[in-house]
């Protein structure tokens, strides 16, 4: 084999490694941490036909992924949904804003209250795992 082809072709299976890491860490991860957040927020009931602001993207520092909501109808609350692939699991916190203040105990008006104190986990079918708080 010459090396020009092995070249080639070392070339091409590293690039591929690198873009199949890529999409685990990034588009991957995010599908699976919108529909785990999504189910989590259908459990709490939210409307999503009410207006809202949505922001998603990776947190660096820990790891995981983080959506963060501000609905309309509750302007003094931001709701940040963090998912961790590691544990398959959701953790809610609300902060009153513009100040980031408070956690997961704010009450103040929240509409959606968190299922539980601390982090709801996932089996391996993507189901809520429900226990009491």
Do not use: C, H
């Not at 961790?84 to 009450?107: A, R």
């Amino acid at each position: 084999m010459s090396k020009k082809l092995f070249l080639s072709i070392f070339v091409f299976i590293l690039s591929l490694a690198v873009v199949i890491v890529w999409y685990i860490n990034f588009p991957g991860y995010e599908k699976i941490a919108e529909e785990r957040i999504e189910t989590y927020m259908k459990a709490q009931k939210v409307d999503f036909d009410k207006e809202y602001q949505k922001k998603s993207s990776k947190e660096f520092k820990t790891g995981r992924w983080m959506i963060v909501y501000k609905f309309a109808d509750e302007p003094n609350l931001i709701y940040e949904y963090e998912y961790d692939k590691s544990t398959n699991s959701v953790l809610l916190i609300v902060y009153e804003s513009p100040l980031m203040i408070g956690g997961s105990s704010v009450e103040k008006g929240m509409k959606y209250p968190s299922l539980k104190d601390g982090w709801s986990k996932f089996d391996s079918n993507g189901n809520l795992i429900l226990t009491s708080k």
